[in-house]
């Protein structure tokens, strides 16, 4: 079964920007289907992103225009970009593939 291994994240000021990475640990993954959640304190997981298809990643009206995945078959790594940074982004963020989940990477935005 594949596993999902993040990296990124840390502590950025407001506007700032950040990446975070999710590495399968096999080759040849199809990462269609792939999510980005986040989980404030206190709040419910929301939806971020998730790729719809090779040519389409739906993103949440709250990230949409500041926050970007790609996909780098080469390193079966799939990567949130994250700029313009906002409190409001302050999360555990975590990457599903087919109900396997990532161990989560905190991002906070403070001054």
């Known amino acids: 079964q594949v596993q999902l291994v993040q990296s990124g994240g840390g502590l950025v000021q407001p506007g700032g920007s950040l990446r975070l990475s999710c590495t399968a640990s096999?080759?040849?993954?199809?990462?269609?289907?792939l999510g980005w959640y986040r989980q404030a304190p206190g709040k419910r997981r929301e939806l971020v992103a998730i790729?719809?298809?090779?040519?389409?990643?739906n993103y949440a009206d709250s990230v949409e225009g500041r926050f970007t995945v790609s996909v780098d078959n080469a390193k079966n790594t799939v990567y949130l970009q994250m700029n313009n940074l906002e409190s409001a982004d302050t999360a555990n963020y975590s990457c599903?593939?087919?109900?396997?989940w990532g161990q989560g990477t905190q991002v906070t935005v403070s001054s």
């Open positions: 599903v593939l087919r109900g396997t």
């Open positions: 790729i719809a298809s090779e040519a389409r990643t």
């Open positions: 096999e080759t040849g993954v199809n990462f269609i289907g």
